[in-house]
């Protein structure tokens, strides 16, 4: 869905450059409202450094993956490049990844010099394993049969050199791996705050005094009057909504919830207009909606 915009300047560095389609909610997060706000320029670095964060941040991984029935073309999109972790019935942990619409033990080097492959996705592999120990003279007869009769996660001797444990994960057990992510980014949520506002003032959001959010966007670090304050999760489960709205006008104070249950609090210092628009932007994403309350609804009683 596109939503109107008169801007003749990028919001962002304020150059009359020509605009493209900047997602409200990054479309990474399953937003599908555009508007022309951003230079080309300004979109890709923003994209690139504070956008594409989004991904490692191991609440918005676990939102997804808890929403995959309810949202699965999201977490289809999203779990291409995630890791998961599962755990066999012996209690070990292993690194899993998704592929096809199905969940896969990542192949490797096992303990004792073993190699460890996926029950079902490895099986040609293992063939070919077979056939190249067999090149080299060596007897592996039985192997075939050995290798299929065997229970998960036991370790078969194909040869004295080749010894192989076919890893067998119950989908019950897989998690996403948050070993290695980190948390969001915190211009993400003034980004999409202030995406928001551009939406509600128009060109009043090019005024001097909201230099600091656009320095903030663009730059991070400190700036004085600017504060992120993380309350997360606001509610005991994930929805399938993404909400932001002003809740104050000086200073000014909104409210970034991503799927109904990560919240941000965004004051921006130095607004130069007495009254704010308090409506509340919506984004629904199965299916895909979007929607705008009335102004004079009490933003309280969005976000309880």
Same mark, same amino acid.
């Given at each position: ?66 929403? #995959? *029935? %309810? +949202?699965?073309? &999201?977490?289809?999109?999203?779990? @291409? =490049? ?40 490895? #099986? *040609? %592999? +293992?063939?070919? &394993?077979?056939?190249?120990?067999? @090149? =080299? ?41 948050? *070993? ?125």
């Amino acid at each position: 869905m596109e939503l109107d915009s008169s801007f003749r300047v990028c919001t962002i560095c304020l150059k009359p450059k020509p605009l493209t389609k900047e997602h409200i909610i990054p479309d990474s997060l399953g937003g599908t409202v555009v508007a022309y706000l951003q230079c080309g320029d300004c979109n890709h670095e923003l994209g690139r450094t504070v956008v594409s964060q989004a991904k490692g941040d191991p609440l918005i991984q676990t939102a997804i993956w808890l929403l #995959r *029935r %309810r +949202v699965p073309s &999201l977490f289809d999109s999203f779990g @291409r =490049r995630q890791q998961f972790i599962g755990t066999d019935t012996s209690g070990l942990q292993v690194p899993m990844f998704r592929k096809g619409g199905r969940f896969s033990v990542q192949s490797g080097p096992g303990p004792t010099d073993s190699l460890v492959l996926d029950e079902h996705r490895d #099986r *040609r %592999r +293992v063939e070919e &394993l077979i056939q190249a120990e067999e @090149r =080299r003279g060596i007897d592996v007869t039985g192997s075939r049969g050995q290798f299929v009769s065997a229970p998960p996660n036991q370790a078969v001797t194909i040869s004295p050199r080749l010894t192989i444990i076919k890893r067998c994960i119950d989908e019950s057990s897989i998690f996403p791996d948050h *070993r290695a992510t980190r948390a969001i980014d915190n211009r993400l949520p003034v980004l999409i705050a202030y995406n928001w506002l551009c939406l509600l003032l128009r060109d009043v959001v090019l005024d001097v005094n909201l230099q600091s959010a656009r320095d903030f966007v663009r730059d991070g670090g400190n700036v004085n009057g600017l504060c992120v304050e993380t309350i997360r999760p606001c509610s005991r489960y994930p929805q399938a909504h993404h909400k932001v709205c002003v809740i104050q006008s000086k200073p000014l104070r909104m409210k970034v919830i991503l799927f109904g249950w990560l919240e941000y609090s965004v004051t921006l210092p130095g607004v130069g207009v007495h009254k704010v628009p308090c409506h509340t932007g919506i984004q629904e994403l199965e299916p895909p909606d979007f929607w705008v309350t009335e102004d004079g609804l009490s933003p309280s009683d969005l976000f309880e």
